[in-house]
């Protein structure tokens, strides 16, 4: 099976701008979720998304948003971007969101200017 | 809340040589444990993951990790490492069952 592809890999936006990432699950895995990577802050969860619903959320202010489509796809969307946005952001999945099965992308790595 | 502490923010170790990465987590509830790593430019591979029974769990690539409940550990070893295990590890823990979450990660640099 092909593993979990996010596009586009590199990224650089400038600030005020809005920016969407894309995320494609293993086949069959319903569940999506989203991390931010940082060095400040580690690795931090953003929100999850099962059967085209968010289920579960982070704390990150509302210009983080995602959605989930009928096949299973993601996509993360910042608004309003920042400096501090600047960051790996993982896209991770699983058959049915349970933690101990999550499978992660390579990752977008976004830079804000 | 959970916590995660990786003791060892940098870790260099000789080929061949033996290495352990120390983990610690505060949960008052029953967590599962993991152990990632992380190549440059690359995504989150799992080593390992404890979800119950044995407290020794054993992983890809002859890394191998120990529950210890008491002491709220879950330290990776590996007794001979290579060049190409120089990377960054992650713990983590779950306790609600669809989120991680991270410690700070150990950088290991492995030198011949």
């Known amino acids: 099976k092909a593993g979990v592809t996010q596009t586009p890999r590199y990224l650089i936006k400038t600030r005020g701008q809005q920016v969407t990432l894309s995320c494609s699950p293993i086949s069959g895995h319903r569940s999506v979720s989203w991390y931010q990577q940082t060095p400040g802050q580690g690795l931090q969860f953003l929100f999850e998304?099962?059967?085209?619903?968010?289920?579960n959320k982070g704390n990150f202010p509302g210009r983080f948003s995602g959605r989930q489509f009928s096949n299973s796809r993601s996509e993360m969307n910042v608004s309003t971007l920042e400096l501090g946005d600047s960051a790996l952001y993982l896209c991770a999945s699983s058959p049915s969101g349970q933690s101990y099965e999550q499978y992660f992308g390579p990752g977008t790595r976004l830079t804000v200017t | 809340a959970q916590s995660v502490t990786q003791l060892d923010s940098q870790v260099p170790v000789f080929e061949e040589a033996p290495v352990e990465l120390r983990c610690n987590y505060s949960s008052s509830v029953s967590v599962y444990l993991f152990w990632y790593v992380q190549y440059p430019n690359q995504g989150l591979q799992l080593l390992l993951k404890y979800l119950s029974g044995s407290t020794l769990v054993k992983g890809i690539n002859g890394f191998e990790a120990e529950f210890n409940k008491s002491q709220t550990s879950f330290h990776l070893r590996k007794p001979s490492v290579h060049i190409s295990d120089t990377a960054e590890y992650f713990c983590?823990?779950?306790?609600?069952?669809?989120?991680?979450?991270f410690g700070a990660g150990t950088t290991v640099t492995v030198r011949a």
């Open positions: 983590a823990v779950s306790e609600d069952d669809y989120k991680l979450s």
């Open positions: 998304y099962f059967s085209e619903t968010q289920r």
